[in-house]
């Protein structure tokens, strides 16, 4: 069969199988008297399997080493296009990441295309130093897709640049609020962890109400981290969680505080002591909580802690007595005119 006739029935440019002949994949197996090429059966059934070697995106070599070399080992190709293959997925899915977040960006003309696209870098380096200075520019440098600001934050271990990107999302107001309430719903503990440490300092009512929802998440950390945020905004609903946080020792000088400035108020003072003192009433609780219950209860005004740290300074717990005695006399000498 001439080399016409090969072309329309394989869909194989002449050019191509002339290409093909001079690379020694397919070689014609004759001549015709006029000297054209002529190829067999078997010369067509390679070129099908080159063209189906050719889909699977191999290279014209590795084509010719898969059907020549008697030691070739399918598995192994076919293993490294996958490799190969989601390696181009992620850095096609990367560049369309991009740009959508420089469509997101609305840019007026190229020179804020291109402010957007080194700030983006930035944010990508490997250097500490220069996303922390990427994350503290670009409130001011322009607008940066709140997208990246959030994946950023997300997935940061440097703790400076993770609070850089923190102010800069806050900044942006509740903007990012709804990819960061996704994240606290990510299977990866760190990332919720990031979420709600940005969540917590963003100040509008939005952010509040996600972290008074994350008082109820299965994660120990993202309740802990929550209560604290809530405790400084007032809100009471924080208090039992803070609590837990002084009976476990975890942040319990930080929860201690925010039960304070919860207690501000004398409603909210009594029902923060009676809880203290219901803690302390646990059979369960081990001395070390007592005590930290104990020093807790000495920031909480109000009679109910007074009774309760006069009750407990005759504590059968020693350590727990001599704390509540100690909290007993400074409260005394600060109440005398």
Request: aromatic content about 2%.
């Amino acid at each position: 069969m001439l080399i016409g006739d090969v072309a329309r029935r394989s869909g194989v440019s002449a050019r191509m199988l002339r290409h093909y002949d001079s690379l020694g994949l397919v070689r014609p197996t004759g001549r015709s008297d006029g000297g054209y090429r002529e190829y067999s059966s078997e010369d067509i059934r390679r070129i099908f399997h080159i063209e189906s070697l050719r889909s699977l995106g191999l290279s014209l070599r590795a084509v010719g080493r898969a059907l020549d070399d008697p030691d070739f080992r399918p598995a192994e190709l076919v293993d490294d296009l996958i490799r190969q293959t989601r390696e181009r997925i992620a850095a096609e899915t990367q560049l369309l990441t991009r740009l959508s977040r420089i469509g997101a960006a609305e840019p007026a003309g190229w020179q804020d295309v291109l402010q957007v696209v080194a700030l983006l870098q930035a944010l990508g380096s490997k250097s500490a130093s220069r996303r922390q200075r990427a994350a503290l520019s670009s409130v001011e440098e322009g607008p940066v897709p709140v997208e990246a600001l959030v994946e950023a934050v997300l997935s940061e271990t440097d703790p400076n640049v993770a609070g850089a990107l923190r102010w800069a999302l806050a900044q942006s107001g509740d903007d990012g609020l709804a990819l960061l309430a996704e994240g606290l719903g990510s299977p990866v503990a760190e990332v919720r962890k990031r979420a709600v440490q940005s969540i917590a300092e963003i100040s509008d009512g939005t952010a509040t109400a996600l972290l008074q929802e994350a008082l109820t998440s299965p994660d120990i950390v993202v309740r802990k981290y929550a209560a604290l945020a809530l405790g400084a905004r007032g809100i009471a609903e924080a208090v039992p969680t803070l609590i837990d946080m002084v009976v476990e020792g975890t942040n319990d000088v930080d929860a201690a505080d925010a039960l304070s400035a919860l207690a501000s108020r004398p409603a909210s003072a009594d029902r923060i002591a009676s809880m203290l003192v219901d803690r302390l009433a646990h059979d369960t609780v081990e001395s070390s909580a007592r005590r930290r219950l104990t020093q807790a209860l000495a920031d909480i005004p109000g009679t109910t802690a007074s009774r309760a740290i006069a009750d407990l300074s005759h504590d059968e717990d020693r350590a727990v007595a001599l704390t509540a005695a100690y909290i007993l006399g400074i409260r005394e000498q600060a109440s005398r005119p």
